[in-house]
C-alpha cells in the first residue's frame, strides 16, 4: 500500500503535532510558575512572562540539542545536563521582562524543575 508522506507530515513540527507542542509549552510554563514560587533567587512575573520564559527556554533546548547534541533536561545527561539546565534558565532573563534569576538560583530552580519533571508526566525541558 502507498503512503502519502504529504498528508502525515501536515500539521506537525519537528516530528511533533502542533497541538502537542503546544500542550508542551503550557505545561513548561506551569512548572516554571512552580518552580518560580519555590525557589529562591528565581523569579518570574505575570502570566505572559511564564509563557515567554517558556517559549525561550524551550529554543535555547533545542539549540543546545542541535548543536551540542547533549539532552539539556535537569537529569537528562547527568550533572552535565543539570548544569546546561542552569545556565539555559540563567540565560533566559536576559530575553524575558520580569524574570530575575541568580546563580544560585539557577542551580536551585534546575533541581525543581528536574523533580517537577519526575513528578509530572511529559518533558519539561
Request: avoid cysteine; charged fraction near 10%.
Amino acid at each position: 500500500m502507498v503512503h502519502d508522506k504529504d498528508d502525515s507530515t501536515k500539521g506537525k513540527v519537528g516530528g511533533r503535532s502542533i497541538g502537542g507542542w503546544l500542550i508542551r509549552l503550557v505545561l513548561t510554563a506551569v512548572i516554571l510558575a512552580i518552580a518560580s514560587f519555590f525557589t529562591p533567587g528565581f523569579t518570574i512575573i505575570g502570566m505572559w512572562s511564564y509563557l515567554l520564559a517558556a517559549l525561550v527556554i524551550s529554543i535555547l533546548d533545542y539549540l543546545v540539542e542541535a548543536f551540542m547534541g547533549v539532552d539539556a533536561s535537569p537529569f537528562g545527561k547527568g550533572i552535565k545536563g543539570f548544569f546546561i539546565a542552569a545556565i539555559i534558565l540563567y540565560i533566559a532573563q536576559y530575553f524575558v521582562p520580569n524574570m530575575s534569576v541568580s546563580i544560585i538560583g539557577a542551580l536551585l530552580a534546575a533541581l525543581a524543575i528536574g523533580i517537577l519533571d519526575a513528578v509530572i508526566p511529559g518533558r519539561a525541558m
